[in-house]
């Protein structure tokens, strides 16, 4: 993922409905973001590992007390994480995948018109890669349906389950939306531990949170922490390609935690640990579970999820931004409002340019609710069902116009709308 750029133009970009609510002026750039699925290229047969470095011996002893206090065995027996990890812990679990990656240079170099001129010296390099993943995942119900990152399987030609018993599963995905970033894995199992689904809409800043994963590599890891803030918009966190409101949290999360649960105080899943901000600590995201469960019951049901699209590129105008348009000479329109949503770009045949919208209008009222922010706009037409009536309000060349559009479903290859 990139940071925000510098120039006009690029600060206008965004994916298809999402939002580029950037500061121009670079105050706001957004950090790359790492989703926490961690892969492995494997050429030929052996697996080649780097950037790791082997533990190192402490350089003491650290003191063992044989006979503990009354008070801390009382304070340790009494402690809810351990209590939540015992319960819940046995249904996280860790998920394996493979796919193949093709390399079609590699055909350029044994076009005979090469060997001829370089003979031996031709490079010869493999024409295929397999690349493993690990993630984590945890089980839904007792009949083997398993939710994680749609990242963690996405593409995969082979997805292994393993239970912290030991167990291990061949798994098939039932469905991944890459839109939130939402799969569904079954293994043929049943009598599966799970782990009971909380209410993410309930949540506060402030209250525990306890990640379990597999990060790096690392088994069944516990961390906790405190739900640092929710409602962070895909911009916000660095994903504009998704259609996400997250919780963020401090609780540490790593590369391979992507998929696994993060808990409330009572065992129960709030989130899916999905990405963190790179080379910042305490900066961990996680998809609420009510969004999670959303999507997880349609991939069940059709093994796909249909998102509501409008086709139009947007950005939340502030003063400073219609500022910034009308001074520059280059820029491709003009701008009378300073707060709505900015529509800046219309995808041809889409439902927005058969329902009258055009590059330039600012949205400003969304089912006769003001509206001021992209992202909130965006959100809406997420929950608008697929051929509805959305109500909008623009202001175009100072006049008000009310326009009736019927979002369509997305298209595969957009990621948003």
Do not use: C
């Not at 533990?55 to 209590?83: K, M, W, Y």
């Not at 193949?100 to 010869?124: A, L, M, Q, W």
């Amino acid at each position: 993922m990139k940071t925000s750029k510098h120039n006009f133009q690029d600060r206008l970009k965004s994916n298809i409905g999402s939002t580029a609510n950037n500061h121009v002026n670079g105050r706001n750039r957004k950090k790359p973001m790492t989703y926490l699925g961690l892969a492995l290229v494997v050429a030929g047969t052996a697996i080649t590992v780097t950037g790791m470095h082997p533990l190192q011996a402490p350089q003491a002893a650290l003191a063992v007390t044989q006979n503990p206090p009354d008070n801390l065995a009382t304070a340790r027996s009494s402690n809810f994480i351990t209590e939540v990890v015992d319960r819940v812990g046995p249904a996280v679990v860790r998920i394996d995948s493979t796919h193949t990656v093709k390399h079609p240079t590699s055909d350029i170099f044994n076009d005979p018109f090469f060997r001829e001129f370089f003979g031996s010296e031709v490079p010869s390099p493999p024409s295929k890669e397999i690349v493993q993943g690990v993630g984590s995942g945890f089980i839904l119900n007792s009949n083997g349906e398993v939710l994680t990152n749609a990242h963690v399987v996405n593409g995969a030609d082979t997805v292994t389950v393993t239970l912290k018993d030991g167990r291990s599963f061949k798994g098939q995905v039932m469905g991944a939306d890459p839109v939130t970033d939402v799969a569904v894995v079954k293994i043929k199992s049943n009598n599966l531990p799970t782990i009971p689904l909380g209410n993410s809409e309930q949540l506060k800043p402030g209250e525990w949170a306890i990640a379990i994963g597999n990060p790096l590599g690392l088994d069944n890891t516990v961390t906790e922490g405190i739900i640092s803030a929710t409602g962070r918009s895909s911009s916000q966190v660095g994903v504009p390609s998704e259609r996400v409101n997250f919780i963020q949290t401090d609780a540490a999360i790593n590369p391979g935690n992507s998929g696994g649960p993060l808990l409330n105080s009572q065992g129960q899943a709030i989130g899916i640990n999905t990405a963190i901000i790179q080379n910042a600590q305490g900066l961990g995201f996680a998809i609420p579970i009510n969004t999670a469960k959303h999507i997880a019951n349609q991939l069940i049901a059709k093994g796909k999820v249909e998102h509501a699209y409008l086709g139009v590129q947007m950005v939340t105008l502030t003063p400073e931004l219609k500022q910034q348009i009308n001074n520059n000479p280059n820029a491709p329109l003009s701008v009378d409002e300073s707060q709505g949503v900015l529509v800046v770009k219309v995808v041809p045949e889409s439902p927005a340019a058969k329902g009258g919208i055009r590059a330039g209008d600012v949205i400003v009222k969304v089912n006769n609710e003001s509206i001021n922010k992209a992202d909130k706009l965006q959100q809406t037409v997420e929950e608008t069902s697929i051929g509805s009536n959305l109500q909008l309000e623009i202001r175009r060349n100072g006049q008000t116009l009310n326009l009736g559009i019927k979002p369509g479903a997305l298209p595969n290859t957009q990621q948003e709308g």
